[in-house]
């Protein structure tokens, strides 16, 4: 077995929260602002464009791992979830992650920690909302309680997950935490697909097909016009229906407050957002229009 000289380990990998609470404060005291990265693991590029941000806008970089089962409305999902930590450490590390953070669950969910409901409001309701009924409220739980352990200066998201990116900022809102949300654009495939860890699912006939579904926001984004968005929107659910998918959603909406955007006047920030499961494996993706 190899093991690296202790010279050239760079990232420290820490279980618990005073541990960490520990080394944070001696990152502070020295000044260094803190960059955060929450990731469920089996990293990829797309996960490691935001610990470059994180390197970049901030003095210390922390990712954490941790697979959060509030999160999951499917148990089937939260089962089949990839897991790829010795991958994961080493990618971090070859990226120059200063601080992995490792938290066994019962760290996050102590046996008798409160369950707290988080009045996110309409954000909450649709698109994702509807078809994952108490997803956010587990994104939420989660964040809330990383954001509280690691208090960073920055919380660096993925535009992948565009709507928990609204929904994270609208907790933000409402919970007394300091951080910046700084949202990082999608990083995709060669051949367009948006990077997830649940590509890792997909066979090569499933994988061949999953592009479709950035080509088709793309289409949507070349043809995007002020006017009535029914036409576009019916088009790209039978172009993904034609192609084997069952969309949850094809919707147009109000880049902000995710409101659907029947007719666009032209001005409105507009993003298109796409959920379709390729049998039994769901992509999401998304575009701005505007
Ligand atoms: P996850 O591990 O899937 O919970 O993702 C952790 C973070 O990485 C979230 O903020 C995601 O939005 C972000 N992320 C996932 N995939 C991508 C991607 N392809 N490009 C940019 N960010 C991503």
């Given at each position: 077995m190899y093991f690296k000289p202790f010279t050239e380990i760079k990232m420290i990998l820490?279980?618990?929260?005073?541990?960490?609470t520990i080394l944070l404060e001696i990152e502070r005291q020295q000044n260094r602002s803190i960059g955060f990265v929450p990731?469920?693991?089996?990293?990829?590029?797309?996960?490691?464009?935001?610990?470059n941000a994180a390197k970049l806008q901030a003095g210390c970089s922390v990712c954490s791992i941790f697979v959060n089962p509030t999160q999951f409305n499917n148990a089937h999902d939260f089962e089949k979830y990839p897991i790829t930590i010795e991958k994961d450490i080493d990618m971090?590390?070859?990226?120059?992650?200063?601080?992995?953070?490792?938290?066994?669950?019962?760290?996050?969910?102590?046996?008798?920690h409160r369950t707290k409901i988080y009045d996110l409001g309409y954000i909450e309701t649709v698109l994702e909302g509807t078809f994952r009924p108490g997803h956010y409220q587990g994104v939420c739980q989660v964040v809330d309680k990383l954001l509280s352990i690691v208090a960073p200066d920055k919380l660096f998201l993925g535009q992948k997950d565009y709507q928990q990116c609204m929904v994270i900022r609208k907790?933000?809102?409402i919970e007394p935490h300091i951080a910046e949300?700084?949202?990082?654009?999608?990083?995709?495939?060669?051949?367009?697909?948006?990077?997830?860890?649940?590509?890792?699912?997909?066979?090569i006939q499933q994988r061949e097909k999953a592009v479709l579904v950035s080509r088709t926001l793309f289409n949507i984004k070349e043809?995007?016009?002020?006017?009535?968005?029914?036409?576009?929107?019916?088009?790209?659910?039978?172009?993904?229906?034609?192609?084997?998918?069952?969309?949850d959603y094809v919707a147009i909406a109000d880049a902000v407050t995710l409101e659907p955007i029947g007719n666009w006047n032209g001005n409105t920030p507009a993003v298109a957002l796409i959920a379709a499961y390729m049998d039994d494996i769901r992509l999401i993706d998304n575009v701005l229009l505007n």
């Open positions: 820490i279980k618990t929260i005073h541990e960490l990731t469920m693991g089996a990293l990829h590029a797309g996960h490691l464009a935001l610990l971090l590390e070859a990226n120059g992650c200063d601080i992995l953070f490792l938290p066994p669950i019962t760290e996050i969910y102590p046996e008798h907790m933000l809102e949300v700084v949202i990082v654009p999608t990083v995709r495939e060669a051949d367009g697909l948006a990077m997830s860890s649940r590509n890792l699912r997909l066979n043809t995007f016009k002020p006017g009535p968005t029914d036409q576009l929107q019916s088009s790209a659910v039978e172009a993904l229906v034609s192609h084997g998918f069952k969309p």
